[in-house]
Every structure is written in C-alpha cells, then in structure tokens.
C-alpha cells in the first residue's frame, strides 16, 4: 500500500511489508521516549477500562485542571486535542490565516494544514552551514519585510527532524515582534520535555498572540493513545474548542496523560537516561566514516550519510533487517543523504550503529 504520509512511526505497513510481527520490529524512525509511559500511566490506563463504557468528557476537565496546576495558569487556556495533530489542523481555520511563515527545515503537518485550509506557506530555511541552527536575525528579518497577507508564524522548538533549538530569550525575542505585527505566533513545544528551560508556555499570560503546543506522545511515551494540547489566550482556546468534533480525546488517553504528569520520578529517570545514551549513540556514530552528525536537543539525531550514497537506500536496506528509521531527504531543505534516527535502549543502539556500519561497507 502506498503511504500518504511520509512521517516516521508507520511500524504496521512496515510489519505487513517484511511479513514480521511488530514486536520483531525496532523503529526508530517515531522518536519516542525509549523507557516508555510513565509506570502510573499504565495503571491510570488500567484503572480507567471501565470507562470504555461511557464516553469520554467531552471538556477534558480533570487534564486541564491537572494542565492548570502544573502551569499555575488557568484551565481555560488550555485545549486538549486527538494528538497534537488534530490541533495543528484546527488552527488556520479557527483562526483564519491563509498565509503563515514557517521556520525549517522542519515538520511538513503546518503547511499541509494550511494548505488544506486554503492557504499557503512562505518558508525561512535554516542553513546547512550553520547547521541548521535557525537564525533569528534571519527570522526578524523576515517579519519586517513581511507582506500584510502574512498572519501566522511556526516554529518548532526544538526542531523537528533537525533537533536544533533556540532558547526561551530567542523565541520570545520573535514572538514579541511577530504579535506586535499581529501574527499568531505558534510554537510547537513537542519535543521541548528534553530542555525545558527552552519552554515559552509561561509567557502566554503576556503575550496573548502566543500559541504554545505540546504533547504527550514523545516524551510521556503515549503515541497510540492520540493526545496533546495547546495553550493560550482564553478566546483562542475557547475558539478551538467549539470547532473540535465532539469527544475527539478518549477516556484512557485523559488519564494516562493526567497520571504522566503525576510522575516527576519518571521524568527524572527518562532525562537521565537520554542524556547518556545520546551522548553514547553520538560517539557511536561518529565513528562511522563519512558521516556528519548535528547537534540535537532532542532524542533524536539527524545524520548527514557520506556524498555517494542516497537515504533512501539507507532505509530500505535498514528495513529488511527490521530497523526502522526516517529518510528525511524527502523534507523541504535538507539533502537527499539524511536520515534522523531517535535515541533507543542501549541494545537496540548498538544494533542500528552495526548495522549502519555494515551497509556503508558493502
Ligand atoms: C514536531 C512535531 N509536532 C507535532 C507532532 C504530532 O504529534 P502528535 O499528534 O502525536 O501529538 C509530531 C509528530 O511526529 C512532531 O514531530
């Protein structure tokens, strides 16, 4: 079957394709947090089976109230959604932009939700040689020169697939400029659990143009269960969430997510851990010839392969072995050589690094 998407994560057409069960499958091509959900998610999850037999709550209270207590913000400036996705969807229609700035080389979901939505996007590429740090001198520049039809701004911080981030200082710096020009400024946080002090959330009391997305798929380890928010100014969300089809987040996934964020030990353990085992997956790697490596804030690595050989080629041959990973030559600004793998146990790690060792040999 052909996919639609070229995102990460596809592990059921992956299984159908090699004929494997998914559990004889490593993917590394979906970055999720390699210790899985948070032990009080499960039973959160477990607790809450009998809930299957009624709907979910339809206002997600008890997770936005949880969401209140952890920002000391109130819960009416947050919005639950099926996954962040379903939010990013939402926004240029509820909000009625048809034309956005999208910082890259990053996600491709902001400009197809746009487009879907009728609009189209102008694109502020970050430089290979910079090595896709995102410029904000670039980025100001642009809102100065921008054209009035211009009404959003997406940035992705940290970014995704490039891993690069800018702090807090930096995007507060562009989403001040950016609403003082009238532009919603959307910063998608779904990696940010990994360098939190980069968070812009807080500021959204002063800056009412300013949309913050996070979510519980990555970090808290829950893709399967489709849940992440967005917070923001009171009318924003109250707008979002008239235009939500009805029940769109269900019952386990309030919960799970409710109980993730009960669990500081868990978060302790989870950034521990990626903190090691990147800096050993990075040292790994570099001992593969010809391969370039870019900084990541994130849990994962974005990997430049050697000049004559092709991502594609890389993923397929990755693939027959039951190694997952992303060819991201197929996103805006980068080349056709990269690849992003995420972070995994230190066993699965090492299998991926043999494994790239071999095919580079061959
Ligand atoms: C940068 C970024 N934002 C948002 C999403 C959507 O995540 P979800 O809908 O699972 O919350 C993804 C998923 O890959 C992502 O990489």
Redesign the pocket.
């Known amino acids: 079957m052909k996919t639609i998407h070229t ?3 596809d592990i059921y057409a992956a299984a159908r394709e090699g004929g494997r069960r998914l559990d004889q499958l490593v993917d590394f091509s ?2 999720i947090n390699p210790l899985g959900p948070s032990p009080k998610a499960i039973k959160a999850i477990q607790a809450a089976f009998p809930q299957i037999l009624h709907y979910p709550d339809p206002h997600c209270l008890a997770l936005r109230e949880a969401l209140a207590d952890r920002w000391h913000l109130s819960p009416d400036r947050f919005v639950i ?8 969807y939402l926004l240029p229609a509820v909000l009625a932009f048809r034309h956005a700035l999208v910082v890259g080389p ?2 491709s ?1 902001y400009e197809r939700a746009v487009v879907a939505a009728g609009g189209r996007v102008t694109r502020i590429q970050a430089a290979r040689q910079e090595q896709y740090q995102p410029s904000v001198e670039n980025i100001l520049e642009a809102l100065h020169r921008r054209r009035s039809a211009i009404a959003a701004l997406f940035l ?1 911080n940290p ?3 490039t891993g690069r981030a800018l702090e807090a200082a930096e995007v507060l710096q562009i989403a001040r400029l950016a609403s003082a020009q009238g532009l919603w400024v959307i910063v ?1 946080e ?2 940010v659990d990994y360098c939190e002090e980069a968070t812009v959330l807080p500021h959204i009391k002063r800056l009412p143009r300013l949309l913050v ?1 996070r ?4 970090f808290y380890a829950l ?1 399967g269960l ?3 928010y967005l917070a923001g100014a009171k009318a924003a969300i109250a707008a979002l969430r008239d235009k939500q089809p009805p029940w769109s987040v269900n019952a386990l996934a309030q919960e799970a997510a409710r109980a993730s964020l009960q669990d500081p030990r868990h978060v302790r353990r989870s950034l521990i851990f990626m903190e090691q085992e990147r800096r050993r997956l990075v040292r790994d790697l570099q001992t593969l010839p010809g391969v370039t490596l870019f900084p990541s804030a994130a849990n994962f690595l974005l990997i430049e392969l050697p000049p004559e050989v092709r991502a594609g080629n890389c993923v397929q041959a990755l693939r027959r072995q039951g190694l997952l990973i992303r060819d991201c030559s197929s996103v805006a600004g980068l080349n056709e050589r990269t690849i992003r793998v995420a972070v995994r146990t230190p066993g699965q790690n090492r299998r991926l690094v043999a494994a790239l060792r071999q095919w580079l040999k061959r």
């Open positions: 995102h990460g994560g979906a970055s959604g099926n996954g962040s996705s379903e939010l990013i990053t996600f979901e992705c970014n995704s697939p998608d779904t990696f997305l979510s519980f798929t990555k893709p489709r849940i992440g």
